[in-house]
């Protein structure tokens, strides 16, 4: 029997397989979310390296957010992600939602990260 940690390391990698099959060269925004905060990154796989980074633990959200851990955070996150990622001259990702649904905080982040410009 598997244990949570396992499937949910199983899970991120049958999605990330899945996701390089179809991203075509363009760039990956990756989501991790823990019990506190979010975290977002645009990540170039090619070159291995992070094209723009956003969290929920930032400085430009030093005193703003009252929690880092509801959908209100997931959208200022990803509305931050979006324009740090137009800044370095990506417009189009492929959303990698790790091993997590696409549902509360991931939804958030993704539609607001649509509606600041990046296409997905």
Known sequence: MLTV???????????????????????RLSVFRSI?????QVIDD???R??????????AFEG?????????????????IAERAA????KEVVFDRGGYLYHGRVKALA???REGGLSF
């Open 36 to 40: 506190k905060h979010i975290y977002a």
């Open 87 to 90: 800044a370095a001259g990506v």
């Open 5 to 27: 940690k396992e499937m949910h390391v199983r899970r991120t990698r049958r999605v990330r397989t899945g996701i390089r099959r179809k991203s075509k060269g363009r760039p």
């Open 64 to 80: 703003k957010l009252a929690k880092g851990t509801d959908r209100a955070a997931a959208t200022a996150v990803g509305k931050l």
């Open 111 to 113: 539609e607001a990260a």
């Open 50 to 59: 992070t094209l723009a980074a956003a969290s929920s633990v930032d400085k």
């Open 46 to 48: 090619e070159q291995g």
